[in-house]
């Protein structure tokens, strides 16, 4: 019954959505009187999908069987944390999170945006529903979470073991409330090309959404580079894997967004561009969905390949983001460009950080999408691996942070490079000390970790230079924000370059009682032992590490799941204040001795340290900014 | 810059983003290359020896395989929940005449003796693959697998998954094929 009641919530839902597309066409078209309904049907609509939701997650954490898509990835064996994350760990499940979080975020416009013409909400939210509509569809007619199964099995199938993880259990709904976030900024930038009213109150309204779903983005995206990178066992973060990509375009394209909205919300400049990142940003999260669901790029993330469900969504695309390029093809021209502003300026800067963030974006939509290019042309498969990435983005990323440095520093509309030669002098000043040591303490490390190490030390510090002069305790809390995520890039670039320049690495085949070296650690192989937990045995071994001082201990396992089979490797890590010691253990030989793979990894938990303190300056940012629009309507309601 | 030339810019995106389309869109239609075929069907299986899985039954070995004579060869364990749902089928080939050897993956005879004492013993021998290598020899990437052995010693086929009753022909069938 269960089940039939999160259909039912589904096929309501899909009515009030199209209900909201009518009411928000009929009202723009000059039905006035409908204007005020369509917030109410955008909060019902929303509290249908989540209720979908629900049920779906009720259905997973009972086991009930007879539900096709439970029996697939469910089993009563596994522990409650799994059960209840099984709901959005398969195909069906997670579309169904998706759609729910294109609800929330349309009842979220509904009921809290104040600033917006009441027309360009209206038409926002109408695109909102056209989305939505579309997605539904795709549930209902193609890939049903609520499917029966009759007869109903014994025993459920399970969830895949990788995914069996904490970390793993809250990637998803994180990751997806910024993919699904950024529909906001899409659905704003429609309506206001609809209403043609694109200017700096649009800018000013759509920050803070931009802001909130960068900030999931961000988290989600620095969760999944450290699950990527303890649970697979492969040593690597970062493995410009398709469906990292997938996430990863979406952000850049979104922090292209979040610094053209600010020069569109101070300046009133750049508004065509700004609309067309909107636009772009939600299109990525919608192709990276897209080109993950398909199936179309082989990748260790997608679940199910089934082509049909592929040209669905395609053909959904086809309807959101061609039309929205054809509507800002043919609206943006009408568009009055707003003021100028001189090359050397605040707003020069930021122009030439989107221009960096759209390049990279580009370089890693063609090195994505270049398999099926090369297939489409040549009939060869073949795939483009991190020496494409590293070589091709690496420089033009920390071209772009260099700018980050001057930017801050820089007066809006125009300003003299003498100025700025002296504002930066210090942070250049410690750069050079940097190369310096660097050269002489280190010598060997390549070209581009050098680079990245001693532009992190000049960023951390220039980050930090807004903040000079300034009475702290009055610095608006956006720019506590700015400054910490800034210093946020220069951690994390911290980290990538010295996990990359510095990074120590042994395989070795070890008897019980035998040792290895790895960096400065020596590494004592004790025993293997099996052992069994909840839902899987594995074989355990453990390892003494000493550099000097109380030695660590290591248990590497090598798991193994009986439902699906499936064998995974957990490493185990040490982290100390200096790095991470990352150890896992892979098949043993007749002669008793044991494969083991050992890392010396320095200062790498720099790199999501880092994305955390994006996040968090995220954060403060969308704080700041709503604090003060407050602050701004009070004062306005006073006069 | 003149206004002309921005308004053609305009449409750029919209432009590669059509080229995105008919890319992809080719790409779906074209028939899919991902689908697995095990690389084994036709060779000769690799070398192996596996020893006693129970000490009443005897293990398996590459010699014992291939003396004339098609044979089943099917990879399960006693944790492995599929296994039990396909007793029956293996139970319908054994009366249909086929002979049916065992490799145990990561098993421990107890639990061994209780799985076939509940769920009927349909094996000649049994050989117990304690670290998976045969089981990864074999190109088998979970339990149950089922492989159908030619009299030569040649892989003919690979179940995967399950067998469920209406698999039973296809694999007799295989058999027969293999005689």
Same mark, same amino acid.
């Given at each position: 019954m269960t089940a039939e009641l999160g259909l039912a919530a589904l096929w309501l839902a899909a009515a009030l959505a199209l209900l909201q597309l009518a009411l928000a066409a009929m009202a723009l078209a000059g039905r006035e009187e409908l204007l005020n309904g369509v917030r109410p049907v955008a909060v019902v609509q929303a509290v249908l999908a989540l209720l979908a939701f629900a049920v779906l997650i009720r259905l997973f954490v009972v086991v009930d069987l007879s539900v096709e898509l439970v029996a697939l990835?469910?089993?009563?064996?596994?522990?409650?944390?799994?059960?209840?994350?099984?709901?959005?760990?398969?195909?069906?499940?997670? %579309?169904? %999170?998706? #759609?729910? $979080?294109?609800?929330?975020?349309?009842?979220?416009?509904?009921? /809290?945006?104040?600033?917006?013409?009441?027309?360009?909400?209206?038409?926002?939210?109408?695109?909102?529903?056209?989305i939505g509509l579309g997605f539904y =569809?795709?549930?209902?007619? =193609?890939?049903?979470?609520?499917?029966?199964?009759?007869?109903?099995?014994?025993?459920?199938?399970?969830l895949n073991p990788l995914l069996q993880d904490p970390g793993l259990a809250f990637h998803p709904p994180t990751l997806y409330l910024g993919y699904v976030g950024l529909s906001i900024a899409f659905s704003f930038a429609c309506g206001a090309l609809l209403t043609r009213q694109v200017d700096a109150a649009l800018a000013r309204a759509m920050r803070p959404w931009v802001l909130g779903a960068w900030v999931f983005l961000t988290l989600g995206i620095t969760a999944g580079s450290y699950w990527a990178y303890y649970e697979l066992g492969w040593g690597g973060w970062w493995f410009w894997d398709p469906v990292e990509n997938a996430s990863l375009m979406p952000w850049l394209a979104a922090t292209a967004l979040l610094h053209s909205v600010a020069v569109l919300a101070t300046r009133d400049s750049l508004r065509a561009w700004t609309v067309m990142l909107a636009v772009v940003a939600f299109s990525m999260s919608m192709i990276g969905t897209f080109l993950v669901r398909s199936g179309i790029l082989t990748s260790v993330h997608a679940f199910a390949v089934d082509p049909r469900r592929g040209a669905f969504i395609l053909v959904?695309?086809?309807?959101? $983001?061609?039309?929205?390029? &054809?509507?800002?093809?043919?609206? &943006?021209?009408?568009?009055?460009?707003?003021?100028?502003?001189?090359?050397?300026?605040?707003?020069?800067?930021? #122009?030439?950080?989107?221009?960096?963030?759209?390049?990279i974006l580009g370089i890693v939509l063609v090195g994505t999408l270049y398999p099926l290019l090369a297939e489409a042309v040549t009939g060869e498969k073949l795939s483009v691996g991190p020496p494409y990435f590293n070589a091709a983005a690496g420089p033009l990323a920390l071209l772009l942070v260099t700018i980050m440095v001057a930017g801050p520093l820089l007066r809006w509309r125009r300003d003299r490079l003498a100025a700025l030669g002296r504002r930066v002098a210090l942070p250049a000043g410690l750069a050079l000390a940097a190369l310096i040591a660097l050269l002489v303490a280190a010598p060997g490390v390549r070209l581009l970790p050098l680079l990245?190490?001693?532009?992190? =030390?000049? #960023?951390? /510090?220039?980050?930090? &230079?807004?903040?000079?002069?300034?009475?702290?305790?009055?610095?608006? %809390?956006?720019?506590w924000g700015m400054v910490i995520g800034h210093l946020g890039v220069a951690v994390a670039l911290a980290g990538m370059a010295s996990e990359s320049a510095f990074t120590r690495e042994t395989l070795v085949a070890l008897a019980p009682g035998q040792t290895a070296q790895v960096g400065p650690w020596r590494i004592r192989f004790d025993a293997v032992e099996p052992i069994a937990g909840p839902n899987w045995t594995a074989l355990e071994a453990t390892l003494q590490a000493d550099r000097g001082g109380a030695p660590l201990l290591l248990k590497p396992q090598a798991r193994f799941f009986p439902s699906p089979p499936t064998e995974t490797s957990e490493a185990a890590i040490a982290t100390r204040w200096d790095g991470q010691l990352y150890t896992v253990i892979g098949k043993g030989d007749e002669a008793g001795r044991w494969q083991l793979r050992l890392w010396w990894k320095p200062f790498v938990t720099l790199i999501w340290l880092g994305g955390a303190l994006i996040a968090v300056g995220g954060v403060l940012s969308l704080l700041g900014r709503v604090r003060r629009e407050r602050r701004a309507a009070e004062r306005l309601a006073w006069l | 810059m003149a206004l002309k030339t921005i308004r053609w810019l305009l449409w750029v995106p919209l432009i590669l983003f059509v080229g995105f389309v008919a890319l992809v869109a080719s790409g779906l239609v074209t028939p899919s290359t991902h689908e697995i075929r095990s690389q084994l069907i036709g060779k000769p299986l690799p070398d192996f020896a596996l020893p006693p899985a129970l000490p009443a039954k005897p293990g398996l070995a590459r010699v014992e395989l291939g003396q004339g004579k098609p044979r089943l060869v099917n990879i399960f364990a006693s944790w492995c929940v599929p296994c039990a749902t396909e007793s029956a089928q293996l139970a319908t080939l054994k009366r249909a005449g086929v002979e049916i050897d065992g490799i145990a993956i990561r098993d421990r005879p107890e639990d061994l003796t209780r799985f076939l004492g509940r769920y009927g013993d349909p094996y000649a021998r049994i050989g117990a693959d304690r670290d998976s290598s045969v089981q990864m020899a074999l190109g088998s990437s979970g339990v149950p697998e089922t492989f159908v052995i030619d009299g030569a010693g040649v892989i003919r086929l690979q179940h995967v998954g399950e067998i469920r009753p209406e698999h039973v022909a296809g694999i007799l069938a295989a058999v027969e094929a293999a005689k």
């Amino acid at each position: 019954m269960t089940a039939e009641l999160g259909l039912a919530a589904l096929w309501l839902a899909a009515a009030l959505a199209l209900l909201q597309l009518a009411l928000a066409a009929m009202a723009l078209a000059g039905r006035e009187e409908l204007l005020n309904g369509v917030r109410p049907v955008a909060v019902v609509q929303a509290v249908l999908a989540l209720l979908a939701f629900a049920v779906l997650i009720r259905l997973f954490v009972v086991v009930d069987l007879s539900v096709e898509l439970v029996a697939l990835n469910d089993a009563s064996t596994k522990p409650l944390l799994y059960r209840f994350a099984g709901a959005w760990g398969n195909h069906e499940g997670s %579309m169904l %999170m998706w #759609v729910a $979080i294109l609800g929330l975020s349309g009842a979220c416009v509904a009921l /809290l945006e104040r600033r917006l013409p009441e027309r360009t909400l209206v038409a926002t939210l109408g695109t909102q529903a056209a989305i939505g509509l579309g997605f539904y =569809a795709f549930l209902l007619f =193609a890939s049903n979470p609520f499917q029966r199964l009759v007869p109903a099995p014994a025993e459920g199938q399970g969830l895949n073991p990788l995914l069996q993880d904490p970390g793993l259990a809250f990637h998803p709904p994180t990751l997806y409330l910024g993919y699904v976030g950024l529909s906001i900024a899409f659905s704003f930038a429609c309506g206001a090309l609809l209403t043609r009213q694109v200017d700096a109150a649009l800018a000013r309204a759509m920050r803070p959404w931009v802001l909130g779903a960068w900030v999931f983005l961000t988290l989600g995206i620095t969760a999944g580079s450290y699950w990527a990178y303890y649970e697979l066992g492969w040593g690597g973060w970062w493995f410009w894997d398709p469906v990292e990509n997938a996430s990863l375009m979406p952000w850049l394209a979104a922090t292209a967004l979040l610094h053209s909205v600010a020069v569109l919300a101070t300046r009133d400049s750049l508004r065509a561009w700004t609309v067309m990142l909107a636009v772009v940003a939600f299109s990525m999260s919608m192709i990276g969905t897209f080109l993950v669901r398909s199936g179309i790029l082989t990748s260790v993330h997608a679940f199910a390949v089934d082509p049909r469900r592929g040209a669905f969504i395609l053909v959904l695309l086809a309807l959101y $983001i061609g039309g929205a390029l &054809a509507l800002f093809a043919a609206r &943006a021209g009408t568009v009055q460009e707003g003021r100028t502003f001189e090359p050397v300026s605040r707003e020069g800067s930021l #122009v030439a950080n989107n221009l960096l963030l759209s390049a990279i974006l580009g370089i890693v939509l063609v090195g994505t999408l270049y398999p099926l290019l090369a297939e489409a042309v040549t009939g060869e498969k073949l795939s483009v691996g991190p020496p494409y990435f590293n070589a091709a983005a690496g420089p033009l990323a920390l071209l772009l942070v260099t700018i980050m440095v001057a930017g801050p520093l820089l007066r809006w509309r125009r300003d003299r490079l003498a100025a700025l030669g002296r504002r930066v002098a210090l942070p250049a000043g410690l750069a050079l000390a940097a190369l310096i040591a660097l050269l002489v303490a280190a010598p060997g490390v390549r070209l581009l970790p050098l680079l990245g190490l001693v532009l992190a =030390a000049g #960023v951390a /510090l220039g980050s930090l &230079a807004p903040l000079w002069g300034r009475n702290l305790r009055r610095t608006p %809390m956006f720019t506590w924000g700015m400054v910490i995520g800034h210093l946020g890039v220069a951690v994390a670039l911290a980290g990538m370059a010295s996990e990359s320049a510095f990074t120590r690495e042994t395989l070795v085949a070890l008897a019980p009682g035998q040792t290895a070296q790895v960096g400065p650690w020596r590494i004592r192989f004790d025993a293997v032992e099996p052992i069994a937990g909840p839902n899987w045995t594995a074989l355990e071994a453990t390892l003494q590490a000493d550099r000097g001082g109380a030695p660590l201990l290591l248990k590497p396992q090598a798991r193994f799941f009986p439902s699906p089979p499936t064998e995974t490797s957990e490493a185990a890590i040490a982290t100390r204040w200096d790095g991470q010691l990352y150890t896992v253990i892979g098949k043993g030989d007749e002669a008793g001795r044991w494969q083991l793979r050992l890392w010396w990894k320095p200062f790498v938990t720099l790199i999501w340290l880092g994305g955390a303190l994006i996040a968090v300056g995220g954060v403060l940012s969308l704080l700041g900014r709503v604090r003060r629009e407050r602050r701004a309507a009070e004062r306005l309601a006073w006069l | 810059m003149a206004l002309k030339t921005i308004r053609w810019l305009l449409w750029v995106p919209l432009i590669l983003f059509v080229g995105f389309v008919a890319l992809v869109a080719s790409g779906l239609v074209t028939p899919s290359t991902h689908e697995i075929r095990s690389q084994l069907i036709g060779k000769p299986l690799p070398d192996f020896a596996l020893p006693p899985a129970l000490p009443a039954k005897p293990g398996l070995a590459r010699v014992e395989l291939g003396q004339g004579k098609p044979r089943l060869v099917n990879i399960f364990a006693s944790w492995c929940v599929p296994c039990a749902t396909e007793s029956a089928q293996l139970a319908t080939l054994k009366r249909a005449g086929v002979e049916i050897d065992g490799i145990a993956i990561r098993d421990r005879p107890e639990d061994l003796t209780r799985f076939l004492g509940r769920y009927g013993d349909p094996y000649a021998r049994i050989g117990a693959d304690r670290d998976s290598s045969v089981q990864m020899a074999l190109g088998s990437s979970g339990v149950p697998e089922t492989f159908v052995i030619d009299g030569a010693g040649v892989i003919r086929l690979q179940h995967v998954g399950e067998i469920r009753p209406e698999h039973v022909a296809g694999i007799l069938a295989a058999v027969e094929a293999a005689k």
